[in-house]
């Protein structure tokens, strides 16, 4: 398609942003955002599959997450592949062909209106200023990109993926395999993602913490995370003193969440595990400090969050300024051990807790 025919279907076809809702049968949903993000946007597929009962949803996404949704959350039908379409144009023509009734647009995309090219009724998410004040989550705020056609939200928000109907015998086959024991399993991402090293916390504060946590919990702890992270959280697994077990990177992104789901609690910096563990239904210590906990946060462990980032220096940075290059941002530095061990006393059932000997007589 020629940039004037674009033109012309533009002239032909206006703007599409009405207030002319009615009910929807093929509804295509672009967030070709990475899995935190990605997996915050599964409550929308919730919201209109409860509203719009009939209506087809398919998602508009990175092909390394369809799997994941496909087979565990039941509110999406099919998705399509966002490496397939990298220009205007081929996104134009996918619309056209698909001929969807309604388009939810939460990636913003910073290009013409997609919706301008076809028939479809067109919603946006618009991204807020994250340091203007009275910011929502951002489940939250893509939700409100559909607030004008579903007043019905389903609650609570999540879980939405339900790896259990998957496979029962996953979970048995990765602990068999990798010989962990029956104790309860705290999962943890001591990972540094080289994408966002300030977002990491210090390995030696990590190992502090996995030492204090087997000396208090009958429990196991397990690293968990994806291959880029797995030296680093190798790095944590030799400084501790105690049992504890590395997966980071030995499983898929169906399987973690099946493992995820049999954990007691997940303890993560900012990543998309935060998120994930969320969506299956698990209590989630977020460490925070170069993003905003409030936007992107585990949604509803807000209580179970330690929030340095009304200290960063470097928010528009993806490294810290004043720290070492490819190291953890000076603000996660403030988070103490302590303080998490506190979280994690709130969630651990009294049970776990080991009845340690009383050596002063």
């Known amino acids: 398609m020629s940039y004037w025919k674009i033109i012309k279907s533009f002239i032909k076809n206006g703007f ?18 990475n899995l ?23 998602y508009l996404m990175k092909p390394e997450y369809k799997d994941l949704l496909l087979s565990m959350c039941p509110y999406i039908d099919e998705t399509i592949d966002c490496s397939l379409y990298d220009d205007l144009e081929k996104k134009i023509s996918l619309i056209e062909s698909f001929s969807p009734d309604l388009i939810v647009d939460l990636f913003s995309l910073n290009e013409l209106s997609l919706s301008w090219f076809s028939n479809a009724k067109y919603l946006k998410f618009v991204k807020p200023d994250l340091y203007s004040g009275n910011i929502k989550h951002l489940a939250r705020s893509y939700l409100d990109t559909i607030a004008p056609i579903c007043p019905t939200i389903p609650k609570p928000l999540f879980p939405t993926l339900f790896p259990e ?12 395999k990798y010989n962990l024991d029956n104790k309860p399993i ?109 936007f992107t946060g585990p949604f509803g462990c807000e209580h179970l969050v330690l929030d340095q980032s009304r200290s960063c220096e470097c928010h528009e940075y993806n490294t810290c300024k004043v720290a070492a290059l490819h190291q953890p941002g000076k603000c996660m530095n403030r988070i103490m051990v302590p303080e998490v061990l506190d979280k ?16 002063s007589n």
């Open 165 to 176: 109907s998957v496979s029962k015998s996953t979970f048995a086959e990765i602990c068999q």
């Open 186 to 294: 705290i999962g943890i991402v001591a990972g540094i993602n080289p994408n966002y090293p300030s977002r990491g916390w210090i390995s030696e504060a990590w190992s502090y913490l996995i030492d204090n946590i087997l000396h208090k919990y009958n429990v196991t702890p397990v690293l968990i995370g994806f291959d880029e992270e797995r030296t680093s959280c190798e790095v944590v697994r030799m400084q501790v003193e105690g049992n504890c077990v590395n997966l980071t990177g030995v499983m898929d992104l169906a399987e973690l969440a099946i493992f995820i789901s049999h954990c007691e609690l997940i303890i993560a910096p900012d990543t998309g595990i935060n998120h994930l563990a969320v969506a299956v239904g698990k209590p989630t210590i977020g460490l925070y400090g170069p993003t905003p906990a409030y």
């Open 344 to 359: 994690i006393a709130e969630v651990l059932n009294p049970e776990n807790v080991l009845k340690l000997e009383n050596n």
């Open 16 to 33: 599409n942003q009405t207030n002319d809702f009615s009910v929807f049968t093929n509804i295509l949903v672009i967030n070709e955002a």
């Open 36 to 58: 935190g993000n990605l997996i915050l946007s599964t409550p929308v597929a919730s919201a209109l599959k409860a509203n719009f009962q009939v209506a087809n949803i398919t």
